[in-house]
Structure formats: structure tokens, C-alpha cells
């Protein structure tokens, strides 16, 4: 089975800083799926970004980007020029690709506060 | 606008009371989703379904019941029998192939028994 591991459960940072959040997860798998998704408070989780394992180069999404090392298997998502709406709990999730049978499994998470 | 919605968004139940708990979704997606969500325990998947009429235990199924008659709903019953009801419930959609691992979310609804 599939494990993922946030060992960060709290951090905070000033407004306009980078934040780089952690992620290792631990699976036999060579195909595979990573993705970071944000809670904010009292709103709908949402993806951040998606990692497909087969992939070298690093996923970006505007002021979102990781660091994929797949042979140590981390996978941290950086927030350059973070801003107060940054603020919510992070979670990093793996999934294996199988054909109609897609399942996530999720980190404890990571509470994020961007402090102004 | 299309999406997820939950209801309840908060709920008080008793001991010894099932209670239910609505997903809608209006995407036409497949495959939806019920997760549990504890503080310091992340997300956790009670039960799934990939078509109507089917659906598969997750991790943590016992004491939770499903169903799935119609593609839109996918209604979770918390029954007596699970013994720590007490806990945030996300349902989830994904639209499958293409979309891999996008999941979209309702807010929520919280169970506290009392």
C-alpha cells in the first residue's frame, strides 16, 4: 500500500515570501500520479497541481511549482510571492493510474497561514 | 454553475441514530467519492463508485453505507454501528479519463454526535 507523509503540520510565512511545503511518499509503483490540493478555510478543496511520475520536468502553475525527486521519492510544492489567499491546509496525494478505478491517497496535511 | 453540493453543512445526531448525508453533483461525472476527514489524520475514503448502480469499500467503510441509483447522487448513510461518527465528510467527484486524479469537492458537512 501506498503511503504519503506532510511532515510539517503547521508552518507560517510573511506575506510576499516563498514557503516550500514537504511531501515523501513510498510506493513500488513506476507510473504514477502526485498532486498537491488546498483547503482554505470554510471553502471547497481545489488542485493546486499534478505531477505525473513519468514526466522529468517539474510541474509549474503560475506562483505554484514543485520539486519532483523521484528516485527519493519527494515531491515539495514551492508558493513564490505567497499572499494572504495562500492561507489554507495543503494536501499531497498519490495516486495509481488504474482504468476506472482511481483512488487518492492523502497526507495528514500541512496548515499553511501567510501572515500579512 | 456546475458542481458538488453537500447537505447538511452541519449536523447533530445521537447515539444509536443513522443519519444521512446528500451529494449532488451536476458535472456529469462518473465516479464519486466519500472521504472522512480527522484533524492531524487527512483524508481518509469510505466508499466509492465508478458507475451507477455500483460502488466499492475504501479504506474505512465499516459503520458507513451507499448508494447509487442515480448518477447525480451518491448519498452516505452513518449508521449506529460506526463507532467515532463524529468528523468533517467530503464528497468527490472526477470526470475520469483525462482529467486523472482531478477530484472536485463539495464543502463538506460536519457530523457531531452528541
Known amino acids: 500500500a501506498q503511503t504519503v507523509t506532510q511532515s510539517q503540520p503547521e508552518m507560517s510565512v510573511q506575506e510576499a515570501e516563498t514557503v516550500t511545503l514537504s511531501c515523501t511518499y513510498d510506493t513500488s509503483e513506476n507510473n504514477y500520479y502526485l498532486f498537491w490540493y488546498k483547503q482554505p478555510p470554510s471553502r471547497q478543496m481545489i488542485l493546486v497541481i499534478r505531477?505525473?511520475?513519468?514526466?522529468?520536468q517539474n510541474a509549474t502553475e503560475n506562483r505554484f511549482s514543485v520539486n519532483f525527486q523521484k528516485a527519493a521519492k519527494s515531491f515539495s510544492l514551492k508558493i513564490s510571492d505567497s499572499q494572504l489567499g495562500d492561507t489554507a491546509m495543503y494536501f499531497c496525494a498519490f495516486m495509481k493510474p488504474l482504468f476506472g478505478n482511481e483512488k487518492l491517497t492523502f497526507g495528514t496535511g500541512t496548515r499553511l497561514t501567510i501572515i500579512p | 454553475d456546475g458542481g458538488i453540493t453537500q447537505s447538511p453543512k452541519y449536523l447533530f445526531r445521537k447515539e444509536g441514530q443513522n443519519v444521512t448525508l446528500s451529494c449532488e453533483q451536476n458535472?456529469?461525472?462518473?465516479?464519486m467519492y466519500w472521504y472522512r476527514q480527522d484533524p492531524g489524520q487527512g483524508l481518509r475514503l469510505i466508499y466509492y463508485?465508478?458507475?451507477?448502480?455500483?460502488?466499492q469499500k475504501g479504506d474505512i467503510a465499516e459503520g458507513y453505507s451507499v448508494s447509487r441509483e442515480k448518477k447525480e447522487s451518491f448519498p452516505l448513510t452513518v449508521t449506529s454501528a460506526q463507532k467515532n461518527p463524529t468528523a468533517f465528510y467530503l464528497c468527490?467527484?472526477?470526470?475520469?479519463?483525462?482529467?486523472?486524479?482531478?477530484?472536485?469537492f463539495g464543502e463538506g458537512s460536519r457530523l457531531t454526535v452528541l
Open positions: 468527490a467527484s472526477t470526470a475520469g479519463q483525462g482529467k486523472t486524479g482531478e477530484l472536485f
Open positions: 505531477q505525473e511520475a513519468y514526466k522529468q
Open positions: 463508485s465508478q458507475i451507477v448502480n455500483d460502488f
Open positions: 458535472l456529469n461525472h462518473d465516479a
